[in-house]
C-alpha cells in the first residue's frame, strides 16, 4: 500500500504544474506626450516608484519597462474580489470557471518611444490572470494536490489611465507649480 501511494506521489508531481500564464494584453492606452524622450522616461521611473509595482525588465535602448504585482487573498477573500471587480471585468472570468479568487497578478507594459526630440509617444497595456485554487485532488488519505486554475481577465482600463496620470503629474507638475509661482513667463 505504500509503495502505491509513493507511486501516485510520483507520477502526479511529474506532471505538468498549472503555473499561471501570460495572457493577452486585456487593455491598451497611447498618449503624444509633447516631451522629450529622457523627461519621460524619469518621469515613468518616478511614478513607477510611488506605487506597489515591481520592475521585471528595464530597457532603456529599447524603451520598454516590465512591472508586476501579485495580490493575494488574506484573511478576508471579499475583499480581493472586490478590488479585482473595479479593476476589471471580473464576471468574464466568471462565465470562464472562476469560481473562488485565490490570488491576481497584474503585469504592466509600459513602452516609451522617441518621435523627435519634443515629442515621445508613451503606451501602457496590462494584463491580468486571476488564480483559483478551490480544486483539490485527493491522492491518498491525508495526502491533496491543489491544482491552480487561471483566467484572463480583461482591464476596464482604470489602471492604465491612473498610470498615466501619476506620469502627467511628474512630467508637468514642477513647470506648472513654476507658472503658478510666477517663476517661470518673467522676463
Not at 520598454?64 to 479593476?87: D, Y
Request: aromatic share 6%.
Amino acid at each position: 500500500m505504500v509503495y502505491i501511494v509513493l507511486f501516485l506521489l510520483l507520477a502526479s508531481s511529474c506532471t505538468s504544474s498549472a503555473v499561471p500564464k501570460l495572457p493577452e494584453v486585456s487593455h491598451r492606452q497611447q498618449k503624444l506626450l509633447r516631451a522629450s524622450f529622457g523627461e519621460v522616461w524619469r518621469a515613468t521611473h518616478g511614478a513607477i516608484a510611488d506605487t506597489r509595482l515591481r520592475i521585471t525588465e528595464d530597457d532603456e535602448a529599447e524603451g520598454t519597462i516590465h512591472l508586476s504585482v501579485r495580490r493575494q487573498a488574506s484573511s478576508r477573500p471579499e475583499e480581493l474580489e472586490r478590488e479585482l471587480a473595479r479593476i476589471a471585468e471580473i464576471d468574464k472570468a466568471r462565465q470562464q470557471g472562476l469560481e473562488h479568487l485565490s490570488e491576481y497578478l497584474l503585469v504592466y507594459t509600459v513602452a516609451v518611444a522617441r518621435l523627435d526630440e519634443q515629442q515621445t509617444r508613451i503606451e501602457v497595456s496590462t494584463q491580468i490572470t486571476a488564480v483559483d485554487r478551490s480544486e483539490v485532488i485527493w491522492i491518498a488519505p491525508g495526502i491533496a494536490h491543489v491544482v491552480p486554475r487561471t483566467f484572463e481577465v480583461p482591464s476596464k482600463g482604470i489602471l492604465e489611465r491612473n498610470l498615466f496620470a501619476q506620469i502627467a503629474e511628474r512630467l508637468f507638475l514642477s513647470e506648472e507649480m513654476l507658472y503658478s509661482l510666477g517663476v517661470l513667463g518673467r522676463e
